[in-house]
């Protein structure tokens, strides 16, 4: 019996892992630099932020094979080289001033990075805590949401003392050389390095009373509802979260200086959502969890359209970040009470699909509606219908797990 404490080591170098991968979410300090620098226009900047995305979500389905495969360590070596290697290549894309080098650098190869990044942790953690799952993989991912809180500031010093490319070609060396070492750590629990009560806890039976593979679960109906769920509560997070500060000034009172500071506080709720949320669901199961996001995310939407005091549209937009925080910090879990652990990196890898289309969705449909009706109310409307929708899949997948439970006891 190795000691106790060995998965507590993992689950830091987790942690450790996602806050800097974690640290793409910052990339709104770097857009304005960039194209001062450059010359390339702030719309051509930040599309290199929705590629890195696209390809987090879309490579994260076959990392997640290479997980269950090749195991964690490796995946994370994997990550450390193209993630470091894609932020370092993003200074030379400015100091070349090519704008194709940019999107291939931070975009194609940094987002691939993210995606083998982003897998390797997690179904790695909720091998370790069979007791816990919620609260371990809402350590890790908190660490995700909480990464531009630490890389913004270090950021903006970095590029006034040692200049723009070079912060680049800093924070890839940092990046690689942290992240290179963090993965040498994630290992799969090998037989008996788990205590004995623990360790019984990873042998319970999923709620479908099935061990699947990858290709078993994506067949089934469970996996279809999962990812819709998934989508959704994305879809709408993300879109509010990229548009939070003009929204706020043009719906109330609240002046820019506000706004601002809203921002930061959200990010707060995003990162505290991913943990709190997570570590509910290990109290009161993971269907009722994700049903009552959805209960709580038409609440709070229907708040944003009827009341107008800056404070609670404030709170409303907080209470929401904390949902769609939620959404990344259950799934994992959810996954695995599902269909078990067995290829659980695989299965969280297609799962994280739905990220890659939301990405695409949310900011879009809520820029061009605003674009063509100069008004949110329409967006937050369609959000309120798809988040209804949801709701209904959530709490009918829920009793469906009853259901399937009587009958197999019935058996």
């Not at 987090?56 to 450390?80: D, N, Q, Y």
């Not at 190869?109 to 007791?131: E, M, Q």
């Not at 043009?250 to 570590?279: D, E, H, Q, Y």
Request: hydrophobic fraction near 55%.
């Amino acid at each position: 019996m190795v000691s106790p404490f060995k998965r507590y080591r993992v689950a830091f170098a987790g942690v450790i892992f996602h806050l800097m991968i974690g640290g793409v979410y910052a990339w709104s300090v770097f857009t304005k630099p960039i194209a001062q620098q450059t010359g390339w226009k702030e719309a051509s900047v930040s599309f290199a932020f929705s590629l890195a995305i696209f390809f987090l979500g879309m490579s994260a389905a076959f990392m997640g094979r290479l997980v269950e495969k090749f195991g964690p360590s490796t995946v994370g070596t994997i990550s450390s080289i193209l993630y470091g290697s894609g932020i370092a290549l993003t200074g030379v894309s400015i100091t070349t001033k090519q704008l194709w080098l940019l999107y291939l650098a931070y975009g194609v190869i940094g987002g691939l990075g993210l995606g083998s990044g982003y897998v390797t942790p997690v179904s790695t953690i909720v091998r370790w805590f069979p007791d816990k799952r919620g609260l371990a993989t809402g350590l890790a991912i908190m660490g995700f949401g909480f990464a531009a809180l630490l890389t913004g500031p270090v950021a903006v010093r970095l590029i006034a003392v040692v200049g723009l490319a070079n912060a680049f070609y800093l924070l890839g060396l940092f990046y690689f050389v942290v992240m290179i070492l963090a993965a040498q750590f994630i290992k799969k629990p090998k037989p008996h390095e788990l205590p004995e009560v623990i360790a019984q806890n990873a042998e319970r039976v999923s709620l479908t009373n099935q061990q699947m593979t990858a290709n078993e679960a994506v067949k089934t109906r469970w996996f279809a509802a999962l990812w819709f769920m998934f989508f959704i509560n994305i879809t709408t997070g993300i879109g509010l979260v990229s548009a939070a500060s003009p929204m706020a000034q043009s719906m109330t009172s609240m002046t820019t200086a506000a706004a601002a500071v809203m921002v930061g506080i959200i990010g707060l709720f995003n990162g505290f959502g991913r943990l709190a949320w997570a570590t509910l669901s290990d109290y009161i199961g993971r269907p009722l969890t994700y049903s009552l996001i959805f209960v709580l995310d038409v609440v709070m939407l229907l708040i944003l359209i009827f009341f107008k005091q800056p404070f609670i549209f404030a709170l409303a937009l907080c209470l929401l970040m904390s949902c769609y925080g939620a959404g990344f910090s259950v799934i994992p879990a959810y996954l695995g009470d599902v269909f078990s652990t067995k290829e659980l990196g695989a299965i969280h890898g297609y799962v994280l699909t739905a990220w890659a289309a939301a990405g695409m969705v949310g900011p879009v449909l809520l820029s061009w509606t605003h674009q063509v009706l100069h008004n949110y109310y329409v967006t937050l409307v369609a959000f309120i219908i798809i988040d209804l929708l949801a709701m209904i899949v959530s709490i009918r997948i829920q009793k469906g797990f009853v259901t399937h439970k009587s009958v197999e006891s019935a058996n």
